[in-house]
């Protein structure tokens, strides 16, 4: 391998490498940054185009720098799609794999032509030629196009990283608030029981609010109805079974680790009448004191009314009781 001839391509593989290596074990190392622009802004395309055109004089530099960007720009999506498609998802991991890999494969391409073909282009530092490119009177219009279009890349990108390093990072905040069987699974609820049967169910909540919060979760036995010519919802019965008070602290996002549970409590009832009932699981959080106690005041109609336009985080089972 001649190393005159293929630096460039050794030396990105090498960054690569070196990237791959702050991302997993040294997470908060400034270098990080310093890598990952040219990682995904320049080195995708640059080895794509080294692949498409790698002989002398089939295209410019600057021509050949400017689509190294604007094909850098198009190739990362792509692969983001692709993983989107699969079963890794769009996480850290899979991204850096993947981005890694493409990169890899297409500089070893480049490598191998350029020790096959003949005149291959490699980057040559020559003052002159340097000279030439960036000379602006001279240059051919689509040669000043390509070279504004490069540095508004450039620069547009810096001022992109800046900002997104510099501006405090707003994470959604939300609530996890489900139900499942009494198996601990997403199914086998129970549907249709017998009256004044032990049933179970398993509630659970994870706060992403950002702030520790008191929560308060409401069941209510309800018997309604709804007209759809009225467009009107009739609460003919209903009552309360239950109140469960949680307090929890946050839990931030982890996108690139398992799901892991915070509170889950078994709940067992049972209901003495017959008949066709909905259970309701309302939520009510302290994240907002006003609208906490604006809530917790409705009627016990208003807040099955409020949870069925999504005004009330709920959850709601079917259930039919027989004798």
């Known amino acids: 391998m001649n190393l005159k001839k293929t630096w460039d391509l050794v030396l990105i593989i090498f960054l690569s490498i070196t990237l791959n290596f702050f991302i997993f074990f ?3 190392n400034p270098l990080r940054i310093v890598l990952g622009l040219p990682f995904v802004l320049f ?3 640059y080895v794509f185009i080294n692949l498409l055109f790698k002989k002398e004089n089939s295209l410019e530099n600057i021509e050949r720098f400017a689509l190294s960007f604007g094909l850098s720009i198009a190739i990362v999506p792509l692969i983001g799609l692709l993983l989107n498609y699969s079963p890794y998802g769009i996480r850290i991991i899979p991204i850096m794999i993947s981005i890694t890999l493409f990169i890899m494969l297409f500089a070893i391409i480049g490598i191998y032509n350029r020790n096959t073909v003949n005149e291959p282009w490699f980057p040559k530092i020559n003052i002159e030629e340097l000279k030439n490119d960036f000379e602006w009177k001279t240059s051919s219009k689509l040669d ?3 070279t504004v279009i490069l540095i508004i890349s450039v620069i547009a990108s810096v001022m992109t990283l800046g900002y997104v390093i510099s501006a405090p990072k707003q994470n959604e905040k ?3 608030f489900y139900l499942l069987g009494p198996e601990g699974k997403a199914y086998d609820y ?3 029981v017998f009256t004044n049967e032990k ?3 398993i509630i659970g909540l994870v706060n992403h609010e950002g702030k520790s919060v008191n929560y308060s ?3 209510w036995l309800v018997n309604l109805t709804y007209d759809m010519n009225i467009n009107q919802t009739n609460i003919s019965n209903m009552y309360i079974m239950d109140e469960i008070p949680v307090n929890l602290d946050n839990r931030p996002v982890h996108i690139d680790e398992n799901w892991t549970k915070q509170w889950e409590t078994n709940y067992n009832f049972s209901i003495d009448t017959s008949g066709k009932w909905q259970q309701w699981y309302l939520l009510f959080k302290n994240t907002d004191k006003e609208e906490f106690e604006t809530l917790k005041s409705l009627t016990p109609e208003e807040k099955i009314k409020f949870a069925l336009n999504g005004s ?3 959850l709601k089972l079917n259930i039919n009781v027989n004798d």
């Open 199 to 201: 049933n179970e169910v």
């Open 190 to 192: 129970p549907t249709n």
């Open 26 to 28: 040294s997470p908060e």
């Open 144 to 146: 000043k196009f390509l």
């Open 217 to 219: 979760i409401e069941v």
């Open 174 to 176: 939300f609530t996890e």
């Open 312 to 314: 009330i985080q709920s």
């Open 43 to 45: 080195f995708p395309g």
